[in-house]
């Protein structure tokens, strides 16, 4: 839909050059120094009235706060995009969104967009298509997994990390202070969307020191208090394997740029797969190509 939107200055403005498929490197820019405001004010009375009936959850929160998109100027913003939106999660191995763990599927957000948006974002409708089949899916998929396991006579359970439940320090970490600490790494757009080497070391560098200092903690008191400390360090995984992919993706492809590496390398079509806590890897996946029938 914001391709038929205009971008403003704080004077009412409009932005030269930026633009929702092309042109966000312009918003970004602007975002380092002045609020940046978009009107959805290129769309005739046939179009709009097709936008409401398309997607009518793209308009709930307007219409919420009394804003009408189409004549009013509305703030906008960036957020992580390059990395999470569409292009990044849990590898989906096969139609029923399974992961390479047995037993393990994985949908909406925390799965990969790729096979449906290849290196971009996926956009609104993209995602909420995506958010919708995907559960279906990876829910059938999970009871299919179940039906056939259930006359294991014996299951062994294991739990994967350890963070905020099984360490041994004498204190807990404050979760604010970590959620903080890594949205201080990864919202400022000189750091996430301008990327380049330096800035990518010098984060990973105190998103490093951060996870062993929850390594070093003491477990959450509560069970409340440990899915909240459980989501800050999935936060900081997050943010430490993203930019260790991209330190390791020198060019700039889809939603991901580097200042020092402004083109596409053409030696470097394939995937980046990431993971470890303790120690954090990236590997390459070769992209196998699709010969028509």
């Known amino acids: 839909f914001y391709n038929w939107a205009t971008f403003y200055d704080r004077d009412g403005q409009a932005i030269e050059g930026a633009g929702s498929s092309r042109g966000r490197s312009v918003i970004a820019q602007n975002l380092q120094t002045q609020p940046v405001f978009a009107c959805i004010d290129r769309a005739d009375a046939q179009i709009r009235a097709w936008m409401?009936?398309?997607?009518?959850?793209?308009?709930?929160?307007?219409?919420?706060?009394?804003?009408?998109?189409?004549?009013?100027?509305?703030?906008?913003?960036?957020?992580?995009?390059?990395?999470v939106r569409g292009t990044g999660g849990l590898q989906v191995a096969d139609s029923n969104c399974a992961t390479n763990v047995p037993g393990l599927y994985a949908a909406g957000d925390a799965a990969t967009r790729e096979l449906?948006?290849?290196?971009?974002?996926?956009?609104?409708?993209?995602?909420?298509?995506?958010a919708l089949s995907s559960g279906f899916w990876a829910g059938a998929g999970a009871a299919g997994f179940a039906r056939q396991d259930r006359?294991?006579?014996?299951?062994?359970?294991?739990?994967?990390?350890?963070?905020?439940?099984?360490?041994?320090?004498?204190?807990?970490?404050?979760?604010?202070?970590?959620?903080r600490a890594v949205q201080s790494e990864v919202f400022p757009y000189e750091r996430n969307w301008f990327r380049e080497g330096g800035a990518l070391d010098d984060s990973l560098q105190r998103l490093n020191a951060l996870w062993l200092h929850l390594r070093g903690s003491a477990p959450a008191s509560t069970a409340c208090e440990a899915v909240r400390a459980r989501?800050?360090?999935?936060?900081?995984?997050?943010?430490?394997?993203?930019?260790?992919?991209?330190?390791?993706?020198?060019?700039t492809r889809g939603m991901h740029r580097r200042r020092e590496h402004t083109a596409i390398d053409p030696a470097q079509r394939h995937r980046l797969l990431a993971g470890g806590l303790d120690e954090v890897w990236v590997q390459q996946q070769a992209v196998v190509e699709e010969v028509p029938a």
């Not at 997607?55 to 998109?69: E, W």
């Not at 299951?155 to 320090?169: E, I, M, N, Y």
Request: contains cysteine; proline residues 4%.
């Open 231 to 251: 989501e800050a360090a999935a936060m900081l995984a997050t943010a430490r394997w993203m930019y260790r992919s991209a330190l390791k993706r020198t060019e």
């Open 52 to 83: 409401r009936t398309a997607q009518p959850n793209f308009f709930v929160s307007f219409d919420r706060q009394g804003i009408d998109p189409f004549t009013q100027h509305f703030p906008v913003t960036l957020r992580l995009e390059g990395t």
């Open 116 to 130: 449906i948006c290849g290196g971009f974002t996926g956009g609104g409708s993209h995602n909420a298509a995506w």
């Open 151 to 179: 006359t294991s006579a014996k299951r062994t359970l294991r739990r994967a990390g350890g963070v905020a439940l099984s360490t041994r320090g004498a204190t807990p970490y404050d979760t604010d202070d970590v959620v």
